[in-house]
């Protein structure tokens, strides 16, 4: 099914979501339709089947059914038509690699996410600037990269180059990234979207006022700050606050264990900052 998008990937703010599983480690379908419109109505688009959604514990018919969920969820409702789906795809073979990509497209989903396969990507091996424009020569179906690193490159005008996090969404926006992918929006969707449309705004203006440039810088201080509670939280923190915000989230599929109670009120408590800031939007 082609992509109602084209080879355009829709710049802005996407959250790579969790999986969620009951106590049997069966697939928790309802609280994962919960979550995808959770972060879909503020606005942020969807990844799937990513690192964080614990796509190496699934099996290939749990990842299809999580696709056809996601997508149900998003045609389902006229007013998350515009949002979009991109679905990992990735397998430690390139064979398995393309079968998975072929079942996201067959079941809906507007772009497929790769990564290196094990062990380049648990080795930190750093597809650099020179590698990444090579890649994006290839094909003109690879049309899109996110980094997980602390920089932005851009490579080419209709190449959509996202952030791994959301600390440095505001400066890397100044350099034309697409934006980006960050656990938090999973958390504060609607605080991470505020971030980029006000500084999109604001530089896409003839001038910049110091009023306005505060309150920018002022909200990214905020979102980095818990940007990096969110990273430390791994897969195990972030499914406990959602389990005390939103009443679901449960444990992660074994071997990764939860996180403990005194641990997660920690976490949550270090996220207060942001979520005060998303109750008020």
């Given at each position: 099914?082609?992509?109602?998008?084209?080879?355009?990937?829709?710049?802005g703010?996407?959250a790579?979501?969790?999986t969620?599983?009951?106590?049997?480690?069966?697939?928790?379908?309802?609280?994962?339709?919960?979550?995808?419109?959770?972060?879909?109505?503020?606005?942020v688009?969807?990844?799937?089947?990513?690192?964080?959604?614990?796509?190496?514990?699934?099996?290939?018919?749990?990842r299809?059914?999580?696709?056809?969920?996601?997508?149900e969820?998003?045609?389902?409702?006229?007013?998350?038509?515009s949002?979009?789906?991109?679905?990992?795809?990735?397998?430690?073979?390139?064979r398995?690699?393309?079968?998975?990509?072929?079942?996201?497209?067959?079941?809906?989903?507007?772009?497929?996410?790769?990564?290196?396969?094990?062990p380049?990507?648990?080795?930190?091996i750093?597809?650099?600037?020179?590698?990444?424009t090579?890649?994006?020569?290839?094909?003109?179906?690879?049309?899109?990269?996110?980094?997980?690193?602390?920089?932005?490159t851009?490579?080419?005008?209709?190449?959509?180059?996202?952030?791994?996090?959301?600390?440095?969404?505001?400066?890397?926006?100044?350099?034309?990234?697409?934006?980006?992918?960050?656990?938090?929006?999973?958390?504060?969707?609607?605080?991470?979207?505020?971030?980029y449309?006000?500084?999109?705004?604001?530089?896409?203006?003839?001038?910049?006022?110091?009023?306005?440039?505060?309150?920018?810088?002022?909200?990214?201080?905020?979102?980095?700050?818990?940007?990096?509670?969110?990273?430390?939280?791994?897969?195990?923190?972030?499914?406990?606050?959602?389990?005390?915000?939103?009443?679901?989230g449960?444990?992660?599929?074994?071997?990764?264990?939860?996180?403990?109670?005194?641990?997660?009120?920690?976490?949550?408590?270090?996220?207060?900052?942001?979520?005060?800031?998303?109750?008020?939007l």
């Open positions: 099914m082609p992509s109602k998008f084209g080879r355009a990937v829709p710049h703010v996407y790579p979501l969790y969620f599983f009951n106590d049997d480690e069966s697939l928790d379908l309802e609280s994962y339709k919960k979550h995808v419109r959770f972060v879909a109505s503020a606005g688009g969807i990844v799937a089947l990513g690192s964080s959604g614990e796509a190496v514990h699934l099996t290939r018919d749990e299809n059914v999580l696709i056809s969920a996601t997508r969820v998003l045609d389902g409702d006229s007013a998350l038509a949002i979009p789906l991109i679905v990992g795809t990735s397998a430690s073979s390139t398995e690699t393309i079968e998975f990509a072929k079942d996201a497209a067959r079941l809906g989903a507007d772009f497929g996410m790769v990564i290196s396969p094990d380049g990507a648990a080795a930190g750093d597809i650099n600037s020179d590698l990444m090579e890649i994006a020569s290839a094909s003109t179906n690879i049309v899109g990269t996110k980094l997980t690193l602390s920089r932005i851009t490579l080419r005008d209709n190449f959509a180059v996202f952030g791994g996090f959301v600390d440095f969404l505001a400066p890397s926006l100044v350099v034309k990234s697409a934006g980006c992918i960050t656990g938090l929006a999973n958390i504060a969707p609607k605080t991470c979207l505020k971030l449309r006000d500084t999109e705004s604001a530089f896409s203006s003839p001038s910049i006022s110091s009023t306005t440039l505060s309150a920018i810088q002022e909200l990214q201080f905020v979102a980095s700050r818990a940007d990096w509670v969110i990273i430390k939280g791994g897969i195990n923190g972030p499914k406990y606050a959602l389990d005390k915000l939103n009443g679901y449960g444990k992660p599929r074994r071997p990764l264990l939860p996180m403990s109670e005194a641990d997660g009120d920690k976490m949550l408590a270090e996220l207060e900052e942001v979520l005060a800031v998303e109750r008020s």
